[in-house]
């Protein structure tokens, strides 16, 4: 090599004239396919994880989580869901050999196996043969678990109340009734309170909500005597006055 070909000299140090692209040796295995991990390939995960990252961000903003009403631990009519990719293992747990006294098999020890095989497979299954007609054995299992799920998912999908579901969550206005008002006492007493909630809220799975219903004076006398859906006939058990204070008083709060 004639002195300074391809060389520039730097004080003591001898850097090459063109810089090389940062590529390691290349091995066997993958001949002419290797890449530098940093900065090339960890470069492109990067770039791949802001993308979605931002397209998160934007749909978070677009479609903000649905959020409930506040929880109520006393409300037993409250139907509880999870999300819906945890909805197989939900309906798991309505079958008998996973509920009840069994609750432990269906919550811990079969999503236990499922997942726990899931994480061993690269240990369990280290044959080199990537074609599923060559692997009837692993392939099996995965399609069974596959229509496992959505089977499962399906059945929970299709046994769930769903407008009951929409409905015992919604947010709705809070409207402060006249406490004071010698009507509220008869309201009280009448125990319409017990099912209605102290503002004629509503308590799920036992009253409705008396807010905003439009019903008239008389409607509400009717239904106070004959009853009406779940509300059984002959709740009401004060005077015909008492009966006309009241209906009266629930009639402010129905537009």
């Not at 909805?87 to 079969?110: D, H, N, S, W």
């Not at 009951?164 to 009734?177: F, L, P, R």
């Not at 036992?206 to 239904?223: A, F, M, P, R, S």
């Amino acid at each position: 090599m004639h002195r300074g070909k391809g060389m520039k000299f730097v004080g003591d140090s001898r850097v090459p004239a063109e810089r090389k692209p940062n590529i390691p040796k290349d091995y066997s295995e993958y001949p002419g396919k290797t890449e530098a991990f940093w900065p090339n390939f960890l470069l492109k995960e990067w770039m791949v994880g802001a993308v979605f990252l931002i397209g998160y961000l934007v749909l978070t903003v677009v479609h903000p989580s649905p959020l409930e009403r506040m929880a109520d631990p006393t409300d037993t009519g409250y139907i509880p869901l999870p999300d819906w990719y945890f909805l197989f293992l939900y309906q798991l747990l309505k079958y008998e050999f996973a509920a009840g006294p069994y609750t432990v098999i269906g919550a811990v020890v079969m999503p236990g196996l499922m997942f726990g095989a899931l994480m061993l497979a690269p240990w369990l299954d280290k044959g080199p043969e990537r074609r599923p007609n060559k692997r009837p054995i692993t392939v099996a299992l995965m399609l069974l678990s596959l229509m496992a799920i959505v089977y499962l998912t399906w059945e929970s999908i299709a046994h769930t109340n769903w407008e009951k579901v929409a409905e015992q969550g919604k947010i709705v206005d809070a409207v402060e009734v006249d406490k004071e008002d010698p009507a509220y006492a008869i309201f009280q007493g009448q125990s319409c309170i017990t099912c209605h909630g102290d503002n004629m809220q509503g308590v799920s799975g036992l009253g409705v909500n008396l807010h905003g219903k439009g019903l008239t004076v008389e409607e509400i006398k009717d239904i106070a005597i004959n009853g009406i859906g779940q509300m059984a006939a002959n709740q009401f058990n004060g005077t015909e006055e008492e009966l006309q204070q009241l209906a009266e008083f629930i009639a402010k709060y129905q537009e």
